[in-house]
Structure formats: structure tokens, C-alpha cells
């Protein structure tokens, strides 16, 4: 069983950061393929973004390349999310997901088998 677990969401003004992050806790975690996605007020889940185990190929959503960067530490069990410049359309809650099974980490949900609870952020106008 894989848990994770994200914390680092909040409240920030439009223009300010956050890092968001994902540990990792139950099996390898340097194996794990990763995701990060978004899902605001009263719309569908979306990927922002994705990195692979080794953390050499990441992918991004288009609204969210050169604001957001993602990484991982497989010593700490952990993937990061810097989200720079952020917009009041960034306001969503944000969950980091794990693919055990394939090399994949992009944009379908489906493909991920574990999920965290999710962190809340809310960038004011």
C-alpha cells in the first residue's frame, strides 16, 4: 500500500508562490512514475503536472509551463510542485497521484493508481 500525503497549500495574492509537496510513504518510491493535478470549483480533475521516476522527463499542462516546476528528492521520498506567479484561476485543490505500474505521468487520471487527499490553494485577486 502506497499513502501520500501533500501539504503546502494556502491562501497567497496574485504574483506570490507556493511549493506544494508530495511524500511518499509503503513501497520504493524512486520507482514511482508521479503526477500533480488541479481540480477547481465545479470543474474536472486536471493534470498540471507530471514527472518520471527517475525525475529526467517531466511534463506540463500549457497553462502552466514556466510558472509551475516540478521535481522530486527519491532519497526524501517526496515531489515538489513550485508554482510561481500564480493566478486567481489557479485557485484549486491539488493532489499529488502515483503510477506503480507503467512508465507513464501524463494527463490521464486513469493511468495513476494511488492519490493523496489533496491541499487546498487560493490565490486572491
Known amino acids: 500500500q502506497v499513502q501520500l500525503v501533500e501539504s503546502g497549500g494556502g491562501l497567497v495574492q496574485a504574483g506570490g508562490s507556493l511549493r506544494l509537496s508530495c511524500a511518499a510513504s509503503?513501497?520504493?518510491?524512486?520507482?514511482?512514475?508521479m503526477g500533480w493535478f488541479g481540480q477547481a470549483p465545479g470543474k474536472e480533475r486536471e493534470v498540471v503536472a507530471g514527472?518520471?521516476?527517475?525525475?529526467?522527463?517531466?511534463h506540463y499542462a500549457d497553462s502552466m509551463k514556466g510558472r509551475f516546476t516540478i521535481s522530486r528528492d527519491n532519497a526524501e521520498n517526496t515531489v515538489y510542485l513550485q508554482m510561481n506567479n500564480l493566478k486567481p484561476e489557479d485557485t484549486a485543490v491539488y493532489y499529488c497521484?502515483?503510477?506503480?505500474?507503467?512508465?507513464?505521468?501524463?494527463?490521464?487520471?486513469?493511468?495513476?493508481?494511488?492519490w493523496g487527499q489533496g491541499t487546498q490553494v487560493i490565490v486572491s485577486s
Open positions: 509503503g513501497r520504493t518510491f524512486s520507482i514511482y512514475n
Open positions: 514527472i518520471s521516476w527517475s525525475g529526467i522527463s517531466t
Open positions: 497521484a502515483a503510477n506503480l505500474r507503467s512508465y507513464y505521468f501524463g494527463s490521464n487520471g486513469n493511468e495513476y493508481d494511488y
